[in-house]
Structures are given as structure tokens and as C-alpha cells.
């Protein structure tokens, strides 16, 4: 053995490990006790090797004690100070690594193809044309299992990478199954079974086995999604249909608590309605997920199904079902006069909030045809109230369709219409008076 390659307590006479100081002083004591000088120095450096170990604890000790002191000085609650997400990055890394693997994968294909085009005796031929085989001059030993080649454990080549293997670390794919494998899942229904040589197979190494076999997964995954994952994303869309009806009813809620008259409070209480039957079918759906029955090849999909249970009740509860209910009808009246008491002076007013609304502000999607905007009062007055009927009938399609912005858009436009054929009855009468 190596010079200076041993290591633990051993004696110096025999060149025997003892595991312990005390075994080493024992045997010493008991197999060489005429070396008294030897012992000596033995038992010497054991108790030196003691102060050490001493000391070692000695300084872990006071470690401990600072450590405990530091814990103890920050107790009170810390800022998690600034925080950055990995997960652009994340994805980057994956997605080379997947490329790449993506790429190695389809290479063992083709070569998979080519090797199934020989046949037999020309299979042997061929197959090094294929993929160069390792020099096996210099390998003494099998990679995967380290036994030492010789006449019994012979050197075997993979036929889809060269790699160098013995017998019992290679895996033979049978004809049938490597024409399965570079059949593509969807079309797979005819070459000819070579059932006939079922005998014949190519020989491959662990690491390509891998490779073929996750790729046959990937495509079989890949046409039947399960269940979860389709349950999942129907969840996922739900909640961002809920997520525009929220920020539309806190805005509406924020506006009618202002005493604005922009949206109804009927409105309101119907969007309420819409969000809870909305939450209602999420929890349906995460109820459903949470008890899908679990593959026992993947037991981590329980903790991951109950997750995602978990997480959609959080947010049911504590957010779609803590927004703030409608004001009643008292609330509501005390919030207006309030506001009028507030305006009261204000002649300003009327004629302000006449400039900024010029039209209608239709948002997406949907749309009512032939709104007129036009600012100027038509001299004859039917005209006029033609167009307040046609605004009244958008107002109640808009409302049907949920579109609430729309809805007090186009009541800004109904008051601006009723203002200006005031206006001209008032005009008129005063012409009259005159
Ligand atoms: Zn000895
Ligand atoms: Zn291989
Ligand atoms: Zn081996």
C-alpha cells in the first residue's frame, strides 16, 4: 500500500488500525510491552491529542454561547428586506438544458431508425458507421459498475452512444419495442412487427435507456394530459374572470361611497351576486381537485393537490369574501347629504361636470350601435327625447351584458341629455313669459 496512505490509530509495530486511542494503548500495552519508549510517545500524543479535542470543545462551547447571544439580540420582527425573483432566470437555465436534451434524445433516434433499416448479419456490418465506438484499448474497467474486464467479463458496446459497458450493465432493446420508440405515438400502426427475431436485439447502456424511455413518457403525457391539469387551468381561468368583476366592484364601491351618482347600487348588489357564485365554483373545482385519486408513482401529488386546495380557500375567504358589502340605502342617503351639503355654494359645478363628459367612452368588446354625440341641442325638442329613449335602451343592454362601466358612461350621457332639454324647456317657457 501507498506510503503515508493510512490513517486512523495504528499501531506502528504490526500496521494495524485500532479505531481508538484506548484499543492502540491496550494492544500496545498488551502485544509490545517491552517498547516502553514507544508506548511513551504513544500515549504522549494521545494526550496532546486530547488537549485538542478539549480545546475544540472548548471553543464550540463558547460558539454556541455567542450564537445564543445573537439570536437573542434580534427577536423583535425583521423587514425581509428587498427580494428579486429567479424565476426568469429559472426558466432560461431549463430551457437550455432541455434543448440540449431534446437534441441528444432526437440524435439516439435517427441513429435508433438507421440501426432498424440493417438487417442482421448487415446490422453488425454497419453499426459502427453509425456512432464510433470508444476505444476500449485503455478501459480496464466497466463505468457503470467498475468490475475489471478480462475473459469472462468482457468489453460490450452501446449501439447508440459507443459507450463502453460489461454484459450485466447493458440493456437489450428487442426490435419491437425500438420500432415502437421511433414510431411517432399518433401514426403508429403499421410498420411490420419483426416478431419473428424477437431473439434480436440492439444492445444499449443505461444512460440511452433513460433518455428513450423519458421521451416516451413526454409524448404519452403529452397526448393525454391528466385530469389535474385540466381542472387546474379551468381554475385558473375562473379566477382571473373573478379578478375583473372584483377590481370592477371595488371601483363601483369606492365611487357610490364618494355619494357619486356614476354607478347604481343595483349594480352593485348584482356583481356582489355574480362574485359569490363565481367563488362558489372555484371552491367546487378545488374541492374536485383535492380528492382526485393519487397515482402511487407520484405521492407528491397529494401534498400538491391539497396545496392547491388550500391556497384557492385562502383566497376565497380571505379575499373575494372580505371585499366590502354595498352601502344600504340609509348609508347611501346620509353619504348624499352630506355631498350636497358640501356643494351647496357651489354654482360651478353643474357646468364643470357638463364640460368634461363629451361623449361616450365605450372600453372594450362591447359596444351599442349609433350613439349620437353630438354636444349641441337640436332645435326641435323630439329629436332630443328620441335620443334619451335610445340612451335609456343601451343603458339596459349594457347592464344585461355586466357592462357596468359602459353603464355609467352612458348615464353621464342620459344626465347630460336631460340637462340640456331642461334647459331649452326652461327657454322656452321664459320666451313665453316674455
Ligand atoms: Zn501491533
Ligand atoms: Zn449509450
Ligand atoms: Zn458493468
Keep these: 500500500m501507498a506510503e503515508g496512505g ?14 481508538s486511542p484506548q484499543n ?11 517498547e516502553q519508549d514507544l508506548l511513551k510517545s504513544i500515549k504522549s500524543i494521545y494526550g496532546k491529542a486530547k488537549k485538542i479535542f478539549k480545546l475544540d470543545e472548548q471553543d464550540l462551547e463558547q460558539f454556541r454561547k455567542e450564537l445564543n447571544l445573537e439570536r437573542n439580540l434580534v427577536e423583535e420582527p425583521q423587514d425581509p428586506g428587498p427580494t428579486k425573483s429567479y424565476t426568469d432566470y429559472f426558466k432560461e437555465v431549463r430551457r437550455d438544458r432541455l434543448e440540449h436534451r431534446t437534441t441528444e434524445t432526437n440524435k439516439l433516434i435517427i441513429r435508433l431508425d438507421r440501426l432498424l433499416q440493417l438487417d442482421g448479419s448487415d446490422r453488425k456490418l454497419h453499426e459502427q458507421e453509425l456512432v464510433a465506438w470508444i476505444d476500449g484499448t485503455s478501459v480496464t474497467r466497466c463505468p457503470s459498475c467498475a468490475s475489471s474486464f478480462n475473459l469472462v467479463v468482457r468489453q460490450h458496446h452501446c449501439r447508440l452512444c459507443g459507450s463502453i459497458m460489461c454484459n450485466s450493465c447493458s440493456y437489450f432493446l428487442s426490435y419491437e419495442t425500438a420500432e415502437e420508440i421511433v414510431t411517432p405515438v399518433k401514426t403508429f400502426n403499421g410498420r ?65 361611497s364618494l355619494g357619486e351618482a356614476t354607478y347604481a347600487l343595483q349594480d352593485l348588489h348584482s356583481l356582489r351576486t355574480t362574485i359569490a357564485d363565481k367563488a362558489q365554483m372555484i371552491d367546487t373545482l378545488s374541492k374536485k381537485i383535492a380528492s382526485l385519486p393519487v397515482d402511487p408513482n407520484t405521492p407528491k401529488a397529494v401534498t400538491l393537490q391539497n396545496s392547491i386546495r388550500k391556497a384557492t380557500s385562502v383566497y376565497i375567504k380571505d379575499y373575494l369574501l372580505s371585499q366590502p358589502p354595498p352601502p344600504t340605502l340609509e348609508q347611501l342617503e346620509q353619504i348624499k347629504q352630506g355631498r350636497s351639503l358640501k356643494n351647496a355654494d357651489d354654482d360651478d359645478l353643474i357646468p364643470r361636470e357638463r364640460l368634461r363628459i363629451t361623449k361616450v ?36 343592454q349594457a347592464r344585461k351584458a355586466h357592462r357596468y362601466e359602459e353603464v355609467a358612461s352612458l348615464e353621464e350621457n342620459l344626465k347630460m341629455l336631460k340637462e340640456i332639454y331642461r334647459k331649452q324647456q326652461r327657454e322656452k317657457t321664459g320666451r313665453k313669459s316674455d
Excluded at 490513517?7 to 488500525?17: H, L, S, T, Y
Excluded at 492502540?24 to 517491552?34: G, K, M, N, P
Excluded at 427475431?197 to 428513450?212: F, G, P, T, Y
Aim: hydrophobic residues 30%; negative net charge; proline residues 4%.
Design 6 to 19: 493510512l490513517e486512523g490509530f495504528i499501531c506502528p509495530r504490526c500496521m494495524k488500525d485500532f479505531r
Design 24 to 34: 492502540l494503548i491496550t494492544h500496545f500495552e498488551r502485544s509490545h510491552s517491552e
Design 192 to 256: 411490420e412487427h419483426r416478431s419473428s427475431k424477437e431473439s434480436d436485439s440492439i444492445r444499449i447502456c443505461q444512460h440511452c435507456l433513460d433518455m428513450l424511455e423519458s421521451r416516451r413518457k413526454a409524448q404519452v403525457e403529452q397526448m393525454m394530459q391528466p385530469i389535474i391539469c385540466q381542472l387546474y387551468s379551468h381554475l385558473q381561468k375562473s379566477k382571473q374572470q373573478i379578478q375583473h368583476s372584483v377590481d370592477m366592484y371595488s371601483k363601483m364601491h369606492n365611487s357610490i
Design 361 to 396: 367612452t365605450v372600453t372594450t368588446g362591447w359596444s351599442p350601435a349609433n350613439v349620437n354625440n353630438e354636444r349641441t341641442a337640436p332645435e326641435d325638442a323630439d329629436p332630443l327625447l328620441e335620443q334619451m329613449n335610445n340612451v335609456r335602451s343601451y343603458i339596459d
